[in-house]
C-alpha cells in the first residue's frame, strides 16, 4: 500500500506544481504576449505554440489530480475493507459477556453504517488531501517567485495574513460537526435495533396491539436523526461561504495595495491568479477538516470495538491435547457478572462417563455452571480442571472441540440441513451426516422434504418445529461425539411424540461421556445418575435422586412443586 500511496503523493505534487505555480505562470507568460501590442508581429507558430501551453498544462494538471484521486481512494478503500474485516474478527472473538452487554442492532451499525460513514470521508478526503496542500503550496511558491522578481514582498505578506484567520470558524465548525456526527450515529445504532428488534417480534407486536405504538416511536426516530443530519449539514455547508467571506477581505486589501503602488495589469493578474488558488485550498483544507471530525465521529465508535480486549483467549504457551476422557473438576470456583457475584467457591468433581443433571430454582447458577466449562467466561476465583489440566491452558479450539453443547432453543444457520448438521465436525463424510441425522432422528422428518437433506432452512428456521429443531441440534452432538455433552434441556413443551423420540435420542447420545444436564424441568433427570443441587450460586446437595429426595428438602419440595 505503501509504494501506491507515495505514487498519489508525487501525482498530487505535479498537480499542485501545475496548478499553483504553473497557472499563474503560464498567464504571466501567455497573456502579455497575446495582448501585447506587437501581437499582430507574432508569427503564426509561435502564436500556436504559446496558446497550446494552455492545453498542455490543464492536461498536467488534470491527469495528475485524477490519478491523485484514484490512487488516494484505492488505499483508502483497502484500509476501509481491513477495518470492516478487522471489527467481523473481532465480533468472533469477543467473550460473550460483551455481547450481553450491548445491543446487536448498534454492533451492526457500527459494521455498516459507520464503516459507510468513514467510507464517505475517504472518498471526500482523497479528492483534496494532497491536492490542496501541493496547490497552496505551489500558489505561495509562485507568490514568492513573482515578488522576488517585482520586490512585491510585501503584497505576499499581505495577502497571506489573511490565512491564520481562517483557523477560528473551520475548528469552531469542526467541533460541533464532530459532537453532531457522533449523536448521528449513535441515534443510527440505536434505529437499527429498533428496527430489528421489531421485525424479530412481528408476532408479539401483533398480539399486544402494538403497531401503532411501534409505528409512533419509529417516526420520531427518523425525526431525531433527520434534524440531527440537517445540523451536520448547516455546519458543514456554512464553512466555504464564511472562508470566501474572509479571503474576499484579503483580495480586497490586495486591490487597494495595488492600486496604491501602481502594479501593473501584467503583474497584477498573475498575481491576483495566485492569491485566489491559494485560498481555494484554504477553503477546501476547512471542508477536509469538517469531513474529517464527521468521519471522525463514526470511527471512534468502530475504535471502541477495536480496542476491546479480548479477555478470553489462548495462551502464550498452550497445553497440547488430544482427545480428553472427560473427567471435569471445579476447584473452588468463583464467578461474578460485572461485579455481581453468581457462583460462590464452588467444588465438584464430575467424572468421566457420568450423567450428571443440574437442578436448582430458576436463576440458581446452573448454566453459568455449564458455562465455564467451554470457557464462554472465565472465573474469577479459582479453576475448572479436565483431566487434571486447567483449562486457561489450552487452546480455546482444542478445548472446544473437546465439548459439544446442546441448547435449548437451538439456533440454526440459513443453510441446508446438511450442512446445519455437518457444523457439528466439518470434516464429516457424507455417510458420517446421514449416520448422525438417524441416530438423532432427524432423519425420519428430514426425509419427508421435497429436498431432504438440502432443504433450506431458513431464517430462523420458521419452518421447522421445536422438535425437529431439537433433533438437528442432537445430530450435531452425534456428529461431533465430543467426550463432554452440555445439554440445555428445552423449557418449551415439546409435543408428546417429539419428546419420546427426543428421549429416546438422548439416551443413546450420553452414552460413554461426561454429561451435564442442565435440567430446568425435571423431565430428563432420570438419565442422570447425579444431581447437583444448585441454590443462590452454590451447591446444597450432591447425590442420587432417590438420595436428594430423602435428605434435600429443597430439592424435595421442588420436584413435588413441578410433578404436581
Ligand atoms: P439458571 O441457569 O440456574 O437459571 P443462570 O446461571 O442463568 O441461572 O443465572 C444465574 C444468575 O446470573 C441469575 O441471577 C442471572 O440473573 C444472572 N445472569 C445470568 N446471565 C447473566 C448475564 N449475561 N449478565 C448478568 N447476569 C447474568
Given at each position: 500500500m505503501l509504494p501506491v500511496f507515495a505514487l498519489a503523493l508525487v501525482f498530487g505534487l505535479l498537480f499542485g506544481i501545475s496548478s499553483g505555480f504553473g497557472l499563474p505562470f503560464m498567464t504571466e507568460i501567455v497573456f502579455p504576449k497575446i495582448f501585447a501590442d506587437e501581437a499582430e508581429q507574432l508569427s503564426f507558430w509561435l502564436l500556436l505554440g504559446v496558446a497550446a501551453i494552455i492545453p498542455l498544462a490543464f492536461s498536467v494538471r488534470g491527469l495528475s489530480g485524477y490519478l491523485n484521486t484514484y490512487l488516494i481512494s484505492l488505499c483508502g478503500i483497502r484500509v476501509l475493507e481491513s477495518i470492516r474485516a478487522d471489527i467481523f474478527n473481532k465480533f468472533q472473538k469477543l467473550p460473550l459477556a460483551y455481547f450481553h452487554k450491548r445491543a446487536s442492532g448498534d454492533l451492526v451499525s457500527r459494521c455498516l453504517a459507520d464503516t459507510t460513514a468513514v467510507q464517505h470521508t475517504l472518498t471526500e478526503v482523497a479528492n483534496d488531501a494532497i491536492k490542496q496542500p501541493m496547490t497552496l503550496l505551489g500558489a505561495i511558491g509562485y507568490l514568492t517567485y513573482a515578488s522576488f522578481q517585482s520586490r512585491e514582498v510585501f503584497f505576499l505578506l499581505l495577502c497571506l495574513a489573511i490565512v491564520p484567520i481562517c483557523v477560528f470558524p473551520i475548528r469552531a465548525f469542526g467541533k460541533r460537526l464532530l459532537k453532531r456526527s457522533r449523536q448521528t450515529q449513535r441515534q443510527l445504532g440505536g434505529m437499527t435495533g429498533f428496527l430489528s428488534d421489531n421485525l424479530r417480534s412481528a408476532r408479539e407486536i401483533r398480539a399486544f396491539n402494538l403497531e401503532e405504538r411501534q409505528s409512533e416511536n419509529f417516526r420520531s426516530q427518523i425525526r431525531r436523526l433527520l434534524r440531527l443530519q440537517l445540523k451536520v449539514v448547516k455546519y458543514k455547508k456554512a464553512l466555504p461561504p464564511v472562508i470566501e467571506v474572509i479571503a474576499s477581505f484579503g483580495l480586497a486589501v490586495a486591490f487597494l495595495y495595488a492600486y496604491r503602488s501602481g502594479l501593473d495589469y501584467d503583474t497584477f493578474i498573475p498575481l491576483l491568479m495566485a492569491l485566489y488558488l491559494s485560498y481555494e485550498p484554504i477553503k477546501k483544507l476547512g471542508m477536509i477538516q469538517n469531513s474529517l471530525q464527521k468521519g471522525r465521529g463514526a470511527l471512534d465508535r468502530l475504535e471502541e470495538i477495536l480496542r476491546e480486549?479480548?479477555?478470553?483467549r489462548d495462551p502464550e504457551n498452550p497445553r497440547v491435547i488430544g482427545r480428553l476422557t472427560g473427567d471435569v473438576a471445579f476447584e473452588n470456583v468463583t464467578f461474578a457478572y460485572e461485579n455481581v457475584p453468581v457462583l460462590h467457591g464452588i467444588g465438584a468433581r464430575l467424572n468421566s462417563r457420568t450423567v450428571c443433571a443440574l437442578v436448582g430454582p430458576s436463576g440458581a447458577g446452573k448454566s453459568t455452571f455449564a458455562n465455564l466449562i467451554p470457557r464462554f467466561f472465565d472465573p474469577i476465583e479459582g479453576a475448572v480442571k479436565i483431566d487434571g489440566i486447567d483449562i486457561r491452558e489450552m487452546r480455546l479450539a482444542d478445548l472446544r472441540r473437546n465439548i459439544a453443547i446442546v441448547s435449548q432453543d437451538p439456533i440454526l444457520f440459513n443453510d441446508t440441513l446438511f450442512n446445519n448438521i455437518l457444523i457439528g465436525r466439518p470434516e464429516a463424510t457424507h455417510d458420517d451426516v446421514l449416520r448422525a441425522a438417524q441416530q438423532a432422528h432427524a432423519r425420519e422428518f428430514i426425509e419427508t422434504f421435497e429436498n431432504g437433506f438440502e432443504t433450506i432452512v431458513g431464517e430462523n428456521a420458521t419452518r421447522l418445529s421445536g422438535g425437529q429443531k431439537q433433533r438437528v441440534a442432537l445430530a450435531r452432538a452425534f456428529l461431533k461425539n465430543a467426550p463432554i455433552l452440555i445439554l440445555d434441556e428445552a423449557t418449551s413443551a415439546l409435543d408428546s411424540e417429539s419428546e419420546a423420540t427426543i428421549k429416546d435420542a438422548l439416551a443413546r447420545l450420553v452414552e460413554n461421556k461426561t454429561v451435564l444436564i442442565i435440567a430446568h424441568r425435571f423431565s430428563t433427570i432420570s438419565l442422570a445418575g447425579r444431581i447437583l443441587y444448585f441454590e443462590e450460586g452454590r451447591i446444597l446437595a450432591d447425590g442420587t435422586h432417590s438420595e436428594l429426595y430423602q435428605d434435600c428438602a429443597p430439592y424435595r419440595n421442588l420436584y413435588e412443586r413441578q410433578k404436581g
Open positions: 480486549p479480548v479477555t478470553i
